[in-house]
C-alpha cells in the first residue's frame, strides 16, 4: 500500500483543560485509530496536549480563496462592529 | 547460593537487557521506517525502552555497589553477560518481523510490568509503575499494527503469518522461571513468569484470531538468552550499540 492511497487528517491538540482545540498540522494515516496514534506520537511527544480530534480533511468544508473578496472584503470598512467606540470608565474590571 | 543482593542485581539486569536491547533494535528503523509517521513511532518506543534501561541498570548498579553506573552496564559488558530473552534479539526483518517481535514480547512485558508495579522492592514498583504506561501503548499500537496487517492484503497476512510463525519458538522462554525468578516470587520482587502463560496466551489467541492469523502451534521452544547464551545475532547488536564506548572509553558529549 503506498502512501498516496492513505488520507490526510487534520490534527487538533487541545494543550489542557479549558481551552480550545487548535489546529497543530496534518498526518497521513490509513484509518481513523492511525490517525489517533500516528497524532499522538507526532504531535505529543513533548507533553504539547491533553485531548486530541483528528478530522479527514476531506470532511473539512473550506471557503474558497478565490471568493475571498466576496467573502471577506465587505467587512473591512465596517468599524463600527468592533466596540471601539465605548468609554470605558476607570476601575472597571473584567469587562 | 546467592545473596539477596545478588538475585536482585541479576533480575534489574534481565530487566534493562530486555529494554536496551529492543531500544537499539527500534532505533534502527529510524531512516528506514516504511512510512514517516511509523518511523517516528518506532522512535518514540526507542527512547521509551533506552529510559527504562537507564532505570534498571541505574538501579542495579546501585544494588551491586561496585561504583558501576548505568552506561558501562550498557556498553561494556559482553554478549554472555546480558541476559535479555533470545526474542528480542532477533533481526528487525521486514516490518511484519518487528510488529510480531513486538508483540509477543510487549504483551508478555506489560503483564511483567504490572506485577512488578506490587513488588516488595519499593524503587523497582516505582519503575514499573512508570514503565506501565509506556508500555501500554506500545501494545495498543502493536496490536493495531497486527491485525491490520494480518486482516489486510493477501501479502501482508502471508508476510504477518510467516513472522509470527518464525518468531514463536522464542516466546516459551519468556514463562520458563529459573533459579533468578523463583527467588523474584518467593521474596515478592516480581511474579513468577510461568504465573503470567496463561493471561498472555489468551491476549494473543484473541489478537490472533481478530488479524485472522492461526496461532503457531510448534512445542519446541528455543531458551538460554536469561541464562547469557545467545543467538548469532546479539554479538553485532552490541557491536554496533557498543562500538563508540570502546572505540573511546570514557566518550562524553
Known amino acids: 500500500m503506498s502512501k498516496q492511497d492513505w488520507p490526510l487528517f487534520e490534527i487538533f491538540i487541545r494543550a489542557k483543560s479549558g481551552l480550545s482545540h487548535r489546529h497543530v498540522g496534518s498526518l497521513h494515516a490509513s484509518d481513523a485509530d492511525m490517525a489517533m496514534d500516528n497524532a499522538r506520537d507526532l504531535y505529543t511527544r513533548r507533553g504539547e496536549g491533553v485531548s486530541i480530534w483528528a478530522v479527514e480533511s476531506s470532511a473539512i468544508v473550506a471557503s474558497d480563496p478565490a471568493e475571498s473578496s466576496a467573502l471577506f472584503e465587505p467587512a473591512e470598512d465596517k468599524i463600527y462592529r468592533h466596540p471601539t467606540f465605548y468609554d470605558v470608565p476607570e476601575g472597571v474590571e473584567n469587562l | ?66 561504583g558501576h553506573n548505568e552506561d558501562e552496564l550498557a556498553f561494556l559488558r559482553d554478549g554472555m553477560d546480558f541476559h535479555n530473552f533470545l526474542l528480542v534479539e532477533q533481526p528487525n526483518g521486514d516490518f511484519a518481523t518487528t510488529i510480531a517481535r513486538q508483540f509477543y514480547f510487549e504483551t508478555f512485558y506489560q503483564l511483567q510490568l504490572d506485577a512488578l508495579a506490587a513488588s516488595s522492592e519499593p524503587r523497582l514498583a516505582e519503575i514499573a509503575i512508570k514503565a506501565s504506561k509506556e508500555i501500554h501503548y506500545h501494545v495498543r499500537h502493536t496490536r493495531l499494527w497486527l491485525v491490520r496487517l494480518g486482516d489486510g492484503t493477501e501479502e501482508s497476512h502471508r508476510r504477518m503469518q510467516s513472522a509470527i510463525d518464525d518468531l514463536w519458538r522464542y516466546t516459551g522462554e519468556m514463562f520458563v522461571a529459573d533459579e533468578t525468578d523463583l527467588w523474584a516470587a518467593e521474596s515478592g520482587t516480581g511474579p513468577n513468569p510461568a504465573e503470567l502463560h496463561t493471561d498472555w496466551s489468551e491476549l494473543v489467541m484473541t489478537t490472533l484470531t481478530e488479524a485472522t492469523l492461526s496461532q503457531p502451534e510448534g512445542e519446541w521452544m528455543a531458551s538460554g538468552g536469561k541464562q547469557g547464551i545467545h543467538s548469532e545475532h546479539l554479538g553485532f547488536l552490541l557491536a554496533d550499540m557498543q562500538f563508540l564506548q570502546r572505540a573511546y572509553p570514557g566518550a562524553t558529549w
Open chain 2, 1 to 66: 547460593m546467592s545473596t539477596d543482593n545478588e538475585q536482585l542485581f541479576a533480575y534489574l539486569l534481565r530487566l534493562g537487557d530486555n529494554a536496551v536491547i529492543l531500544g537499539q533494535q527500534l532505533g534502527d528503523w529510524v531512516g528506514k521506517g516504511p512510512e514517516l509517521e511509523e518511523e517516528m513511532a518506532m522512535a518514540n518506543f526507542a527512547l521509551d525502552y533506552v529510559g527504562q534501561a537507564r532505570m534498571f541498570y541505574s538501579l542495579a548498579a546501585e544494588v551491586e555497589g561496585k
